[in-house]
Nanobody, 124 residues
Framework: VQLQASGGGLVQAGGSLRLSCAAS????????MAWFRQAPGKEREFVAP????????YYADFVKGRFTISRDNAKNTVYLQMNSLKPEDTAVYYC??????????????????WGQGTLVTVSS
């Protein structure tokens, strides 16, 4: 599967953005997906996963209550709704996928497919 992330941009603190990750191929519905991010000078970090069925989701503590991950298998797309953005949310956001039996890994090593990243910049 090929992944294409989009929706990043410049937003003021307190604002919102919705990221999208469009997948090619007819087997998207069998992939567990996740969002990661990498801030300048920092390592890539886990944000949120969603299982292939959409029934399993959870969030890193630093986005809990502000971000929501969802998916539309009919559209081959996974989303990340980001509200109440903070300057520390500034990063390149990546979507990733795998076909693991157990969904929801926090480790980027467990994901086989990656989008190219979309930059989110939050100004103070």
């Amino acid at each position: 599967v090929q992944l294409q992330a989009s929706g990043g941009g410049l937003v003021q603190a307190g604002g919102s953005l919705r990221l999208s990750c469009a997948a090619s191929g007819r087997t998207f519905s069998s992939y567990n997906m996740a969002w990661f991010r990498q801030a300048p000078g920092k390592e890539r970090e886990f944000v949120a996963p969603i299982s292939w069925s959409g029934t399993i989701t959870y969030y890193a503590d630093f986005v809990k209550g502000r971000f929501t991950i969802s998916r539309d298998n009919a559209k081959n797309t996974v989303y990340l709704q980001m509200n109440s953005l903070k300057p520390e949310d500034t990063a390149v956001y990546y979507c990733a996928g795998n076909r693991a039996v157990v969904a929801g890994s926090r480790s980027d090593r467990d994901y086989d497919y990656w989008g190219q990243g979309t930059l989110v910049t939050v100004s103070s």
